[in-house]
């Protein structure tokens, strides 16, 4: 059975409080659920995990070196200001998907840029919940495509 992990940033656990009419009403339990629906059916499970400390999500990361298949990383406000993060994915030799509920392009000029993206596999922004989703549909013909590359 493959694994993926989902991380969620910073203030991620005020989901469905905080701001709605940017980030809905959904809370990250919500986000768990759906994800986990998303990869039960093809013999994947989901390890979730919400930390408001970079420390404790670098820890994560670096524990998920080889143990995992992919991670789903909303690393919210920290995305512009993490070089500690970014190091983190680099270090590591499992892909990442950067994920976003709002359209951070659309948004204020410093969320524009994400010291993470360069060394993700790639970046979903602006579709609300449903990125993440799109990122765990996306690891699963990811990981299918390249088993069938080995083989």
């Known amino acids: 059975m493959?694994?993926?992990?989902?991380?969620?940033?910073?203030?991620?656990?005020?989901?469905?409080?905080?701001?709605?009419?940017?980030?809905?009403h959904e809370t990250v339990e919500d986000i768990v659920r759906m994800v986990e629906k998303t990869l039960s059916g093809n013999n994947y499970s989901l390890i979730a995990?919400?930390?408001?400390?970079?420390?404790?999500?670098i820890d994560w990361i670096h524990e998920a070196d080889d143990v995992v298949d992919g991670i789903i990383f909303n690393p919210g406000a920290y995305t512009h200001t993490s070089i500690a993060l970014r190091d983190a994915i680099s270090s590591i030799n499992v892909p990442v998907i950067e994920v976003h509920i709002s359209n951070v392009h659309a948004r204020e000029e410093f969320r524009h840029h994400s010291l993470l993206a360069p060394v993700c596999l790639g970046q979903i922004v602006g579709l609300g919940i449903h990125g993440y989703q799109l990122a765990a549909n996306y690891f699963l013909e990811f990981i299918e495509a390249g088993r069938e590359e080995v083989e």
């Open 2 to 24: 493959g694994k993926i992990l989902l991380l969620n940033g910073p203030n991620l656990n005020r989901l469905g409080k905080r701001e709605p009419d940017i980030y809905g």
């Open 49 to 57: 995990k919400q930390s408001n400390h970079e420390g404790q999500l």
